[in-house]
């Protein structure tokens, strides 16, 4: 699918189909047609790069220049409110003051930038201008992304180390286990792909550019920034979920332990017992207890008493 933003006398017009206006602004391949892209580079007179150049990891295969265009390829984060986020390649191609994007999946922040773009919320006057606004929506929901996953884990945080009077007598420490590794999965996609952005715009900031007076210096310091800012508190945000991670695993330990631990007191207190028991179960001719009235109550009463003394002695030790 090509959808083509073009600039009328009546504002940003939307238009989709493979033509590519001369007035066009932002051209946007979503999951393009092999036809779909040859006829998108005859119109702008360029090489795209194919989906398998964009997966490449090499700088220098994402952060390029050829034949007067840019090209800048970062990973974007996708589905990040399922269970299965996803880092995407999306490259961006400055040419003659315009914008194509190429992707192969869709991010929210691409449909809530062309939302803002169709209600005119934003200013896409250039091509530069269209690429540093889908980077400025990119980057903010990144930060949502980050504030939603903190509150996520100052969740399983409380639910872990919370021993007031609230507390559940029984925590499901699997589930916490399992919340905590997708939280852990979440935050790593989404420092991979602030690293990545923090590579594509101090690449940009070195790139002449048409209209520099749009797009200053400051604008592009001022968006090195914020990524910086939000790569920092994503490492914060991954220790802390390592921390918990090895809080949850301490925890079951705690319960394996004091469960194991139960289980060897029991042991040992119906020891006696069954020692009792298993020689007056012994079938000699010759026991003096047998042929007594009071042999039957005395071994039970033997038994209990050995069984409730190993407890007291387990209770005021503290092992119970």
């Given at each position: 699918m090509v959808r083509t933003y073009r600039l009328t006398d009546a504002g940003i017009r939307r238009e989709d189909g493979p033509e590519c206006p001369a007035d066009a602004v932002w051209i946007d391949l979503l999951e393009p047609t092999p036809e779909e892209e040859k006829t998108v580079e005859a119109s702008v007179h360029v090489d795209l790069p194919t989906r398998e150049e964009m997966g490449e990891i090499e700088v220098s295969s994402r952060l390029y220049q050829e034949n007067g265009a840019t090209y800048m390829t970062a990973t974007i984060l996708n589905r990040a409110d399922t269970d299965q986020p996803e880092a995407t390649a999306v490259t961006f191609a400055l040419v003659d003051n315009k914008l194509i994007t190429i992707r192969y999946s869709d991010p929210t922040p691409f449909r809530?930038?062309?939302?803002?773009?169709?209600?005119?919320?934003?200013?896409?006057?250039?091509?530069?201008?269209?690429?540093?606004?889908?980077?400025?929506?990119?980057?903010?929901?990144?930060?949502?992304?980050?504030?939603?996953?903190?509150?996520?884990?100052?969740?399983?945080?409380?639910?872990?180390?919370?021993?007031?009077?609230?507390?559940?007598?029984?925590?499901?420490?699997?589930?916490?286990?399992?919340?905590?590794?997708?939280?852990?999965?979440?935050?790593?996609?989404?420092?991979?792909s602030l690293v990545s952005l923090a590579r594509l715009v101090a690449f940009f900031g070195h790139v002449p550019r048409n209209d520099p007076e749009r797009v200053t210096s400051t604008h592009v310091r001022t968006m090195q920034s914020d990524i910086g800012s939000l790569s920092d508190h994503a490492s914060f945000l991954a220790n802390k979920v390592s921390f918990l991670l090895d809080a949850i695993l301490g925890m079951i330990n705690i319960e394996q332990n004091s469960i194991i631990k139960i289980f060897s007191v029991a042991a040992v207190a119906f020891m006696p017992p069954t020692l009792i028991a298993s020689i007056y179960g012994m079938n000699f001719h010759f026991m003096p207890e047998l042929s007594t009235w009071f042999g039957y109550p005395l071994a039970l009463l033997a038994m209990v008493?050995?069984?409730?003394?190993?407890?007291l002695y387990f209770k005021r030790r503290g092992w119970l």
């Amino acid at each position: 699918m090509v959808r083509t933003y073009r600039l009328t006398d009546a504002g940003i017009r939307r238009e989709d189909g493979p033509e590519c206006p001369a007035d066009a602004v932002w051209i946007d391949l979503l999951e393009p047609t092999p036809e779909e892209e040859k006829t998108v580079e005859a119109s702008v007179h360029v090489d795209l790069p194919t989906r398998e150049e964009m997966g490449e990891i090499e700088v220098s295969s994402r952060l390029y220049q050829e034949n007067g265009a840019t090209y800048m390829t970062a990973t974007i984060l996708n589905r990040a409110d399922t269970d299965q986020p996803e880092a995407t390649a999306v490259t961006f191609a400055l040419v003659d003051n315009k914008l194509i994007t190429i992707r192969y999946s869709d991010p929210t922040p691409f449909r809530l930038f062309a939302s803002q773009v169709e209600r005119r919320q934003v200013s896409i006057a250039s091509g530069e201008l269209a690429f540093f606004g889908l980077l400025e929506a990119i980057v903010d929901r990144a930060a949502d992304i980050l504030e939603k996953a903190n509150l996520a884990v100052d969740g399983v945080s409380r639910d872990v180390f919370f021993t007031g009077s609230g507390a559940p007598r029984s925590r499901d420490f699997q589930a916490m286990l399992v919340k905590v590794g997708r939280l852990g999965d979440l935050t790593s996609k989404v420092r991979e792909s602030l690293v990545s952005l923090a590579r594509l715009v101090a690449f940009f900031g070195h790139v002449p550019r048409n209209d520099p007076e749009r797009v200053t210096s400051t604008h592009v310091r001022t968006m090195q920034s914020d990524i910086g800012s939000l790569s920092d508190h994503a490492s914060f945000l991954a220790n802390k979920v390592s921390f918990l991670l090895d809080a949850i695993l301490g925890m079951i330990n705690i319960e394996q332990n004091s469960i194991i631990k139960i289980f060897s007191v029991a042991a040992v207190a119906f020891m006696p017992p069954t020692l009792i028991a298993s020689i007056y179960g012994m079938n000699f001719h010759f026991m003096p207890e047998l042929s007594t009235w009071f042999g039957y109550p005395l071994a039970l009463l033997a038994m209990v008493t050995s069984a409730v003394l190993p407890y007291l002695y387990f209770k005021r030790r503290g092992w119970l």
